[in-house]
């Protein structure tokens, strides 16, 4: 009897330092050990271990520490695998592309044939009278001419047909879309916008820019099943991707469709909503006090920017050009509207405390879009050449100022719930062509280059003919932009290119496209490093919605938004970038995706 009592109290001894070591660990929801976490800080910081509870991230460290430390309701052994914050998509059509992926998608359409096919397969599937709608190609592939109205009528002879260039800044119809319209020879182009006309004046099915309008005003909206089917469909491929917050170019009406997928819990990403520029300031502000009534959780769906438009594409002949194009001696592209406009636009709503978020492709557009900025902050422009700021000495050195005055805004997280000029983060949407004279002036603005690397893969074919030897030296260039310590936020203009954020990586490292051309890549002197391109696609995306105290990197605090990924994207060769997908999408602290 006495031994086994000795016995029961040397197992209670041996046991009691473990029990009371449980009890006193910390209960959290979630924690993943033994990985390789890559933090997105500054420094490229690489941890092993974080913690998670709720929708929170409590700790990053090592793998011991934190199994010291805390007790979890799920512990998953990452076996070395690679974590990174989620990816923030900053350029973004969300919704208008989860519609596109309901109609005539043309994108792999390699010559015309192929696409006129497509649209011949879809007329079988309709009644005769019924619009036919879709996006997706690319002239430049099938010979780099413009196709016509009579290509479609080939195939189309009874239905409307109404057909988006992948950039979506060139509508391609046919004649029946063109007669409900009432386009004809008579018909004036509208300002900031073309119709195409042929030898004889007729139109030719060709409508740039505004112009597109004309006939898209025609076409009904999708209805509230197609829209919901649109969204999931979209909001899947996300989670695929490891995309957890997406910087939405859809409009605010949009916002209805997502505050239902939240209240429903099936919003899976955090969505930054931007209003239309060209709306009144009094109607800017009409939305955004009826936004804030709904009383939204501001980390999953919120308003931030205003989106405008400069001018168009490259690809399309229409971004506006400070001297014409290469290849085309007599045009220079198309600006939207004039400088003085567009620069009275800017002021206007960036004293009202607007961030702004300008599309600009050309060289010209661009600057339009930096004189226009540079008025708003001090007042006084020099066109072709911002003066020296009032800040800086003649070496560029700052100069200490008074604090100027705080413009309040609801929307902004700063300090005391006020923005001054410097804290408004605008933007420039592509950022795709600029004057070497203009780069130090994104940065002396605090001017936000937000580019989208994909599209230099995509253009590569026919850039440098468009632009010439020297102009190209200034096109798609993060890693210059970034020499002058602007912030570059990444995204993917889904649905102009695909929404996969590895192809954005990829894009950004290699310079090549995915078949590997050019070996070395083209203009390699833009390369980023892997850790570069990752950071532009968490932090400096969260940075320019106003978010990066709250996400986009790895560390205490933060909201609880990761990838696992099936590779390791640090040390893998370039080309295994491509072939790298989720492991695990954490969104929210919780596992919305996971690789079976």
Not at 33 to 55: C, H, L, P
Not at 184 to 210: C, F, Q, V, W, Y
Not at 280 to 298: G, T, W
Not at 412 to 433: C, G, L, S, W, Y
């Amino acid at each position: 009897m006495l031994k086994n009592l000795l016995k029961f109290s040397l197992i209670l001894m041996l046991c009691l330092p473990n029990f009371v070591l449980a009890q006193t660990k910390q209960k959290i929801s979630l924690l993943l050990v033994n990985g390789k976490v890559f933090t997105a800080d500054a420094q490229f910081s690489i941890a092993e271990a974080v913690a998670v509870d709720g929708e929170k991230i409590v700790a990053v460290g090592t793998s011991n520490d934190l199994k010291a430390k805390y007790q979890a309701a799920k512990e998953i052994d990452l076996k070395g695998k690679l974590v990174t914050p989620g990816f923030n998509d900053a350029h973004v059509h969300f919704f208008r592309g989860a519609l596109s992926l309901l109609n005539v998608s043309l994108n792999d359409a390699k010559t015309l044939g192929e696409a006129k096919a497509k649209v011949a397969a879809k007329v079988k599937e309709v009644k005769a009278g019924e619009w036919i709608s879709g996006r997706g190609w690319d002239h430049t592939v099938w010979g780099n001419k413009f196709p016509t109205r009579q290509d479609l009528d080939a195939v189309a002879p009874n239905n409307p047909v109404y057909l988006v260039r992948v950039d979506g800044h060139v509508a391609w119809v046919n004649s029946k879309a063109l007669q409900l319209a009432g386009v004809d020879k008579n018909t004036k182009s509208p300002e900031g916008g073309e119709i195409e006309r042929s030898e004889s004046g007729e139109a030719t099915g060709i409508l740039k820019e505004t112009a597109q309008n004309l006939v898209g005003r025609l076409i009904a909206e999708p209805n509230a099943g197609q829209q919901i089917k649109g969204l999931e469909l979209a909001l899947d491929m996300a989670r695929k991707y490891g995309i957890t917050s997406v910087q939405d170019n859809s409009g605010y009406e949009t916002t209805k469709l997502y505050r239902e997928f939240l209240r429903f819990g099936k919003l899976t990403v955090r969505v930054s909503e931007w209003q239309n520029f060209e709306d009144s300031v009094a109607e800017l502000k009409r939305q955004r006090a009826e936004f804030a009534s709904f009383k939204d959780n501001p980390s999953r769906l919120k308003l931030t920017a205003l989106k405008g438009y400069v001018d168009g594409t490259l690809g399309s002949k229409t971004a506006a050009m400070l001297a014409p194009f290469s290849d085309d001696a007599g045009n220079s592209g198309i600006p939207r509207r004039s400088s003085e406009e567009l620069t009275r636009m800017i002021v206007e709503r960036d004293k009202e405390g607007f961030q702004i978020a300008l599309h600009a492709i050309g060289d010209k557009a661009n600057r339009m879009a930096l004189d226009g900025f540079a008025k708003a902050a001090y007042g006084r422009i020099q066109f072709g050449g911002l003066q020296r700021p009032p800040n800086v000495d003649v070496n560029n050195k700052p100069i200490p100022k008074p604090a100027p005055t705080p413009i309040p805004t609801p929307e902004m997280p700063t300090d005391k719930n006020t923005v001054t000029f410097e804290k408004r983060r605008h933007r420039i949407e592509h950022a795709q062509v600029v004057n070497p004279n203009d780069f130090k002036r994104f940065a002396e603005l605090g001017i936000i280059a937000s580019m989208q690397p994909t599209h230099a893969i995509s253009d590569k074919r026919w850039a440098e003919s468009r632009l010439g030897e020297y102009r190209i030296l200034g096109a798609y260039a993060w890693h210059l932009m970034k020499s002058y310590d602007v912030h570059v936020p990444f995204g993917t203009d889904f649905p102009v290119e695909s929404i996969n954020p590895y192809q954005t990586l990829f894009a950004a490292v290699s310079r090549q496209d995915t078949a590997g051309d050019p070996i070395g890549g083209w203009q390699p002197q833009e390369k980023l490093t892997i850790e570069e391109a990752i950071r532009c696609h968490t932090y400096e995306s969260a940075y320019a919605e106003f978010s990066e105290n709250e996400k986009g990197e790895i560390k205490a605090g933060m909201l609880a938004d990761l990838v696992v990924h099936s590779k390791d994207l640090l040390t893998i060769p370039h080309k295994e970038i491509l072939t790298t997908e989720p492991f695990y999408t954490i969104f929210n602290g919780q596992i919305i995706y996971e690789k079976r």
